[in-house]
């Protein structure tokens, strides 16, 4: 894939990389996304990384769909009729560099070790190790040999994956191989090495050079891949989806090309969108101020299960009422000042309400507005009920822009609590939330090492 050659564009609710109908490879990202100064392959390296992280998040089958080629299809959810958010990866992104543990990856290895199979032609070697009985009969209990370690076959798929992985990362995302493959980071760049130096010259790249390059590069691996599948013997259940992976991604290009839509990336960018708004505002605000907020779409790690324990208890105290489990996407007490906040994706900003139609029913828009007014009711019952005085109350939408903007909605009669629209710099946020992939997998590299290392002896 050739990323310079990517067009640009701002999309709707699906994000990610498009094929279009006359067949040009278009990177559609959200709204208010200002791309300039940023090549086409840094824009692609922050939306990977951006829903890397966003799929870290506890999603559940009622907001999200299965995503494509990784997950199984359950029985439907929000997704089917059309309100929810799924993921679609056609070229096998996520299975390879999100999914799949490179430490789990074994192939046959034949190694020096010790084995109980003893080869009586070389018996004289070890007679040394050997235990002699009166009779001058030696026993020996093991002895040097070449053990082999059952797991994805030949060795070469091995090196395939760590050389692909390895191009990905550097070329593509740009990111240090470290923060994506933890402590495996030397043996994976040693397998990928080897297996450059043995089957690849030592500037082939998927995405560095021209396009005649990079294709008689894709070329190649795909026929090492061919030629690994025909020595790969037996073949189980975990080289089957490896291979099947390594063949998407190698072969996807060419497969994808009578079929244009969505190629990678999400379907409802919504949800990423209400993610990324509530890390901007749990950076910029105290845990303390945070009153409740809806973390369905946090991702893990962010914040931990008392703070989410606390905010679902205000959340009920507060908001619960008549059958009804309303959640607010984020109410902050700041002092002697509360805010309640809906982030909305709108692709253009609305400066009044929407008029009701007569014999209609009501729009997202104006149910949007409607629920906002009910937060602001219940929050105001609450606080005359529990508060001295009565607190002045905010009310916000967060939506993206190019740059930071508030205007206040004026009308007649005025809004009480008073309504503001808040413009947020998508491309600040989306940075931000792109960065915590790198902290997000040192956290579970350091994780992973607590979980191996012994217990400190009282």
Sequence with gaps: MLCEALEIVEGKQDIGLFLSAEGRPLLKVPHGLDCSGLSPTAVFSLLYRMFAVFRRTGHGERIMAARDGVERHGKGGAQAAGKGAGFVDMLAFDELFDEVDPRSIVSLHAHPGMTSA??????????????????????????????????????????????????????????????????????????????????????????????????????????????????????????????????????????????????????????????????????????????????????????????????????????????????????????????????????????????????????????????????????????SATAAGEPPIALEMWLPGRAFEVHALEATPAWDPPLSVHLLQTRVLLERYANLYQSMALRSEAAAFNRRSPAPVP
């Design 118 to 383: 003893q080869d009586v032609q070389r018996l004289d070697r070890h007679l040394s190790r050997a235990l002699f009985d009166e009779g001058d009969i030696p026993y020996l209990d093991r002895v040097p040999g070449m053990r082999r370690t059952m797991g994805l076959g030949k060795q070469a798929i091995v090196g395939l994956y760590c050389f692909l992985a390895r191009d990905f990362y550097q070329h593509l995302l740009q990111v240090d191989l470290q923060c994506a493959w933890g402590s495996f980071f030397r043996d994976g760049i040693a397998l990928a090495e080897d297996f450059q130096h043995r089957y690849l010259a030592t500037d082939d790249s998927l995405y560095l050079g021209d396009a005649e390059q990079i294709k008689h590069c894709r070329e190649r691996l795909s026929h090492l891949l061919w030629r690994i599948d025909r020595q790969a013997t037996p073949r189980d259940a975990t080289y089957c989806r490896l291979h099947d992976a390594l063949a998407r991604y190698l072969q996807g290009a060419s497969s994808v090309e009578q079929a244009p839509g969505l190629v990678w990336g999400v379907q409802g960018f919504w949800a990423v969108w209400e993610s990324m708004c509530l890390c901007h505002a749990l950076a910029e605000n105290a845990d303390t101020t945070v009153h409740n907020c809806d973390f369905e779409h946090l991702p893990r790690g962010v914040c931990g299960p008392r703070d989410m324990a606390r905010w679902q208890g205000a959340q009920r105290l507060v908001f619960s009422r008549n059958h009804l489990h309303r959640r607010p996407d984020l109410v902050v007490n700041a002092g002697e000042r509360w805010r309640v906040v809906d982030f909305k994706y709108y692709p253009q900003p609305l400066w009044q309400r929407p008029k009701e139609k007569e014999d209609e029913p009501p729009t997202k828009e104006e149910r949007d507005f409607t629920n906002l007014e009910i937060y602001a009711l219940l929050l105001r019952c609450h606080l």
